[in-house]
Nanobody
């Protein structure tokens, strides 16, 4: 299984920004899509943003559209989630993940139990409060 290591996150006030990073061992071309999921207490992980490793296809949940940006660095094999204009509802544990063979929208629609997930990061807490 590939190894995904997350960094970033932490605490922020509403309106501030945070950036998450996920380093993926072995390179991005081993996977078809990469993305970010978040889990709120008592709920299943939901897809926040996913993108293809092969083209420019991206998908964002309605709750973060216009505020979050997903990107990747093919040389460093790192995926980022830039989170701007943070809201308290963004609070949760964020996980990066990699799948094959499906693309961006399909990845973010998958439940976390899907066998097409090849690896998960360790998760990092994001807390947005006054």
């Amino acid at each position: 299984q590939p190894h995904l290591v997350q960094s970033g996150g932490g605490s922020a006030q509403p309106g501030e920004s945070l950036r998450l990073s996920c380093a993926i061992s072995g390179g991005l071309l081993d996977y078809s899509a990469i993305g970010w999921f978040r889990q709120v207490s008592g709920k299943e992980s939901e897809g926040v943003s996913c993108m293809s490793t092969k083209d420019d296809s991206k998908w964002y949940s309605d709750s973060v559209k216009g505020r979050f940006t997903i990107s990747r660095d093919n040389v460093k094999s790192v995926v980022y989630l830039q989170m701007n204009s943070l809201k308290p509802e963004d609070t949760g544990v964020y996980y990066c993940a990699a799948v094959s063979p499906f693309g961006a929208q399909a990845m973010c629609a998958m439940g976390p139990e899907s066998p097409f997930f090849k690896s998960w990061g360790q998760g990092t807490q994001v807390t947005v409060s006054t």
